[in-house]
């Protein structure tokens, strides 16, 4: 075998190695603050509940639905301001992610202009999906419902980001919701976009 060629193969298969070494421990680091919690669950309950909702034809059913999501809402809302705040005591450089479009090994630490923070951007997502639950009598069920569940979608995306790369989050948020990142950002509300692309230049 070309030596060159064994050098690259054995190279690149320690990059292989060494990327989902950290991509591991970002899993773990991020199971670790969301296990004793159950955002996941009351994202599902919550979202499909919007779904159901907005299904209906009958005005005083949907709005029966919607009132039933309210104690789902505030304790995901709980919950999330609990994760942020947990996270945010993790050490810097555990935090920080690239914002490439590829996951790379150590390319939080080599680029680091080229990197966010887990910590801020969880709170950014903490405040937007405390925001978009308040009360807004100016906006219909409807348009609250699709706030919401674009500040979810984001805050989902965000994590998928941290934990692999940007490339492995927007593909799944297109299998799962249908939804480019794109959409996403354009959906949230106005504050949380513009902190949104502060911290991650998307």
């Known amino acids: 075998m070309d030596p060159v060629f064994l050098l690259l193969l054995l190279g690149g298969s320690g990059l292989l190695m060494a990327n989902g070494h950290q991509q ?44 039933v999501l309210e104690g789902s809402e505030a304790q995901l809302a709980t919950q999330f301001a609990q994760l942020a705040r947990d996270f945010a005591a993790v050490p810097a450089a555990q935090a920080r992610a690239s914002t490439l479009a590829f996951s ?4 939080s630490t080599l ?7 887990m910590r801020k951007l969880l709170a950014v997502h903490a405040n937007g999906i405390a925001r978009a639950l308040r009360t807004d009598a100016a906006r219909s069920p409807r348009d609250r419902a699709f706030l919401i569940s674009a500040e979810l979608f984001l805050m989902q995306h965000s994590c998928h980001w941290f934990c692999k790369s940007r490339a492995v989050a927007s593909a ?6 249908h939804t480019p990142h794109a959409q996403l950002v354009a959906s949230v509300s106005p504050e949380t976009r513009s902190a949104y692309r502060a911290l991650t230049g998307s």
């Open 111 to 117: 680029l680091p202009h080229a990197s966010f923070d």
């Open 172 to 177: 799944r948020m297109l299998t799962r919701h």
């Open 24 to 67: 591991r421990q970002r899993i773990a680091l991020l199971a670790h603050h969301l296990g004793p919690l159950q955002i996941e669950k009351l994202m599902e309950t919550v979202t499909q509940g919007y779904l159901r909702a907005l299904g209906e034809s009958d005005p005083a059913r949907q709005a029966q639905i919607f009132a």
């Open 104 to 107: 790379l090994p150590w390319a």
